[in-house]
């Protein structure tokens, strides 16, 4: 059986991108009433939050703009594959700067998922070059990790960093 992604999958996927950023905004503001500056490791939560959730936005939006200049399926897959690992790869190495200034700000878990990271990216680019024949299953992939980057750093922002990652170089 060959996998399908269809229109309504990514838009569904646009809305629930939207709907974190929208929901993230309105905690942020809620939750900055009686504080007046973000904290680094604040801002990097809140920075990890959005930057995901865009490439969600913008990566299922990929497809239906790219099948407005009516290429083949094939094409069509391995273009939006390229199109969303280059917004992955914006995304993750804005994640690492801004990690490497904070490193404080930083968590076990961020690190493990960054490091992951790297599974999801040899995979969309081996569907570019169509190492990979599941293009569209790939694509969705990639698109359900950057979703899952952007959740779990909404319950980092919302319920606390107990894993930070310390520097222990000092003990």
Same mark, same amino acid.
Do not use: C
């Given at each position: ?9 990514? &838009?569904? $996927?646009?809305?629930i991108a939207v709907s974190i950023i929208g929901? !993230? ?11 007046? =500056?973000? %904290? ?19 990566? %299922? &939006? ?13 094409? $069509? ?5 390229? #199109? $969303? ?5 914006? #995304?993750?190495? $804005? ?5 490497? @200034?904070? @490193?404080?700000?930083?968590? =076990? !878990? ?16 081996? %569907? ?12 969705? +992939? ?6 899952? +980057? !952007? +959740?779990?750093?909404?319950? *980092?922002? *919302? ?13």
């Amino acid at each position: 059986m060959y996998f399908t992604l269809s229109d309504e999958v990514l &838009l569904a $996927l646009a809305q629930i991108a939207v709907s974190i950023i929208g929901f !993230s905004g309105v905690v942020v503001t809620l939750g900055r009433a009686e504080k007046e =500056r973000w %904290s680094a490791s604040e801002l990097l939560q809140l920075r990890t939050l959005v930057e995901p959730s865009m490439v969600v936005l913008l990566g %299922s &939006l990929l497809p239906l703009l790219i099948a407005l200049a009516d290429v083949s399926p094939e094409h $069509l897959w391995r273009v939006a594959n390229a #199109g $969303l690992l280059g917004l992955h790869a914006i #995304g993750h190495g $804005l994640f690492l700067a801004r990690g490497a @200034k904070h @490193k404080s700000a930083v968590t =076990r !878990s961020q690190q493990i998922i960054s490091a992951m990271s790297v599974l999801v990216y040899v995979a969309q680019f081996a %569907s570019v070059f169509n190492v990979i024949r599941f293009q569209e299953l790939t694509f969705l +992939i990639g698109l359900l990790y950057a979703l899952w +980057i !952007s +959740i779990h750093n909404f319950y *980092l922002l *919302l319920f606390g960093r107990s894993n930070l990652v310390t520097d222990h170089s000092t003990d």
